[in-house]
């Protein structure tokens, strides 16, 4: 068939009620000739549903079996033909993973009956063979075009690369694709087995051919296990007439790209994408779309409900484990960019099983993608932020392996992931604290603390991390590093066991990971504990503005204070920043002398973050208290007006305050 190339798409998101009919009016669609009518004699009306990346839903009675219900609801509002698809991810992870693997999301899927699904990178969590058993078990096809046995020349077994459907007078070809880079986030070693995934756009470009001039079909849709910015690739570099997309877990709601349809639904279960289509004498010449939100309102389908209740009731995932007192943050948006709460809760729980120096573990590993709490935390919470079966392992680093391990997960901004996601930080960690910088031409980790001590790159440190990151997963420089311990314990049991022991719980982030875009001068500081102290740097050419309240001085165990005031002359590029000389001198303890840093928020005329409201600055300070120090804390200096005293501290590493 041939795609129609003035096509326009009408898009709308719908959380209830009627779903707006498909037409030509002012949401229609003109064919290539410019007509904007459509015949009822000439022209058939399809309809095509789609989810992607179910994971940690297949482990609750929650979304999933509601989604059920909105696909149900769905085809049973269309007299026309209508299609289900998947988008990928949905086998794993998931919580129930210890007692089901793969079966429980297979069962649900089953009830669904999808006309196809694609193979994502999770879907190998249980490894090859263990897919091929999965594959076996579905009531359905999965489609892949690009993940090829090089030695068979086949896609990899319990797939076919592409598949056709016909349905009330309408075939819909439907073919498959995973990204590339796949190896290296799947549990099992593919190239070791001879598998290779080809590039996407060749393979689905071949494959669209057959279907069209073989296979003779009406609508082709790609599966693609690669996000939304390559489906827009694929829409510009190829004729398809839709790309349903996952992996990278966002809303994408259908849109018109190049006269192709795409669609993203997040994860989770929670939407359910509707595709309309008017196709007319082999041409799709209308269109629109909608995002339908699966949520606490929607009925479940109350057979997939008991499919998931019975695999629940074999583990005891509903049990209260602990109590916390603070949310705990499992987002993706918080544990890919900053330091967490929920990471810090974890890492700590590895390194108190292991005794390790240091504790690291992949943002990637926590899942879910909620808040937890504050309230009481079940055993399947824990499994649902870390489905997979990943055991703690610790291997031996120097410092030097420990840095560029640290390095090897920061993403700078002005990369083509950055520029999609922002800049990350792709980890959570306990034992260690360091500054971080997401551009590119920089060291991207600096200043790194072991347990309160600089990093020393020729000690050795043990550190505790996932066997999944051991065996050099999400990019992390461990494959050949030497294993010193394993727990043979999963990381959610270590962490589940924690938790009992400790009942009742608040964690709150403290320092551990710093962003840095800038930095300023060095300071010195000399302190008598009286008066005032002002700080004077040269601002970076690209400050527009302080955001207040963001300018601290901060020790290497996050004990800070926070500047009285912070004044920038934009006209001479300066910044003034003050503090109390009580307050600074407070966090030197029982030493002379310390070396602090001093961090700030301000807004950029020249980065435009993703995930973050400002850029972050930072300086190194040296602070000294003075010979004559030792006065009442909390005293002012003052001069014969009776005026408070402030003193100025120098941006080099000598001078002192006056």
Not at 195 to 213: N, Q, W
Request: hydrophobic letters at 35%.
């Amino acid at each position: 068939m041939r795609r129609a190339t003035a096509l326009v798409l009408l898009v709308c998101i719908v959380s209830a009620g009627a779903i707006p009919a498909l037409g030509v009016g002012a949401g229609g669609h003109q064919s290539d000739t410019g007509s904007a009518d459509v015949t009822a004699n000439s022209s058939t009306n399809v309809t095509i549903l789609s989810y992607n990346d179910i994971q940690t839903a297949a482990a609750k009675d929650g979304n999933l079996p509601r989604l059920v219900h909105r696909i149900d609801e769905r085809r049973a509002a269309h007299d026309n033909p209508t299609f289900v698809m998947g988008g990928g991810d949905e086998l794993s992870p998931h919580a129930l993973s210890p007692v089901s693997k793969w079966r429980a999301p297979v069962d649900v899927l089953n009830l669904i009956g999808p006309d196809a699904d694609t193979i994502g990178n999770h879907d190998l969590d249980y490894g090859v063979d263990a897919f091929t058993n999965a594959s076996r078990a579905s009531e359905f096809p999965w489609v892949v075009s690009n993940l090829v046995n090089e030695t068979t020349g086949k896609t990899v077994e319990g797939t076919k690369r592409y598949e056709v459907v016909e349905r009330g007078g309408v075939k819909v070809g439907i073919v498959g694709a995973v990204y590339p880079g796949v190896d290296g986030s799947v549990s099992e070693n593919l190239s070791a087995r001879n598998i290779t995934a080809k590039p996407v756009v060749p393979s689905i470009r071949k494959y669209e051919r057959v279907l069209r001039e073989r296979e003779d079909v009406d609508v082709t849709v790609v599966l693609l296990h690669e996000g939304t910015n390559e489906a827009e690739t694929v829409a510009n570099r190829t004729d398809t007439d839709v790309v349903l997309t996952g992996h990278d877990e966002v809303v994408y709601r259908p849109r018109v790209v190049n006269g192709t349809i795409i669609s993203e639904t997040q994860a989770r279960a929670e939407y359910l994408s509707e595709i309309n289509l008017t196709v007319e004498n082999g041409e799709v010449v209308a269109a629109n779309g909608h995002l339908l939100n699966v949520t606490d309102a929607t009925p479940k389908n109350e057979t997939a409900s008991d499919i998931i209740d019975d695999y629940r009731s074999e583990v005891d995932l509903d049990s209260t484990i602990a109590y916390t007192e603070t949310p705990l943050d499992a987002r993706f948006a918080t544990n890919y960019h900053r330091e967490s709460n929920y990471g810090d809760l974890v890492t700590d729980a590895m390194r108190a099983k292991t005794g390790a120096d240091v504790a690291i573990t992949n943002a990637g590993g926590i899942r879910s993608n909620s808040v937890y709490g504050p309230g009481n935390i079940t055993g399947g919470d824990v499994f649902n932020t870390l489905p997979f079966g990943n055991e703690v392992v610790t291997v031996e680093l120097t410092g030097r392996e420990l840095e560029e391990t640290l390095a090897s997960q920061v993403t700078p901004l002005e990369s083509e992931a950055g520029q999609q996601y922002g800049a990350e930080m792709a980890m959570q960690v306990s034992g260690v604290r360091f500054e971080w910088v997401g551009h590119e031409g920089r060291d991207r980790i600096r200043d790194v603390y072991v347990n309160g001590e600089r990093l020393d790159p020729n000690a050795t440190y043990e550190v505790a991390v996932n066997d999944f990151m051991a065996g050099g997963g999400s990019g992390y420089p461990l494959a050949d590093e030497p294993v010193v311990n394993r727990t043979d314990e999963l990381l959610s049991t270590t962490v589940v066991d924690y938790l009992k022991e400790k009942k009742r719980i608040a964690p709150t982030t403290d320092g551990r990971i710093q962003r840095v875009d800038n930095t300023l001068d060095d300071a010195s500081v000399s302190l008598d504990e009286r008066g005032k102290v002002v700080m004077h740097f040269d601002a970076p050419a690209d400050y527009d503005g302080t955001v207040a309240g963001t300018f601290v001085v901060s020790t290497p165990g996050n004990r800070t204070v926070e500047a009285e005031k912070v004044t920038y002359d934009a006209e001479e590029g300066r910044l003034a920043v003050r503090f109390d000389d009580a307050e600074l001198a407070a966090l030197l303890g029982c030493e002379r002398t310390a070396n602090l840093d001093l961090y700030g928020s301000y807004n950029s005329s020249k980065y435009d973050q993703v995930y973050f409201d400002h850029s972050r600055v930072n300086a190194d300070v040296t602070v000294t208290l003075a010979a004559n120090g030792g006065h009442e804390k909390g005293t002012d200096e003052t001069d014969d007006t009776g005026e408070t005293s402030e003193r100025t501290a120098s941006p080099t590493p000598t001078a002192a305050a006056a």
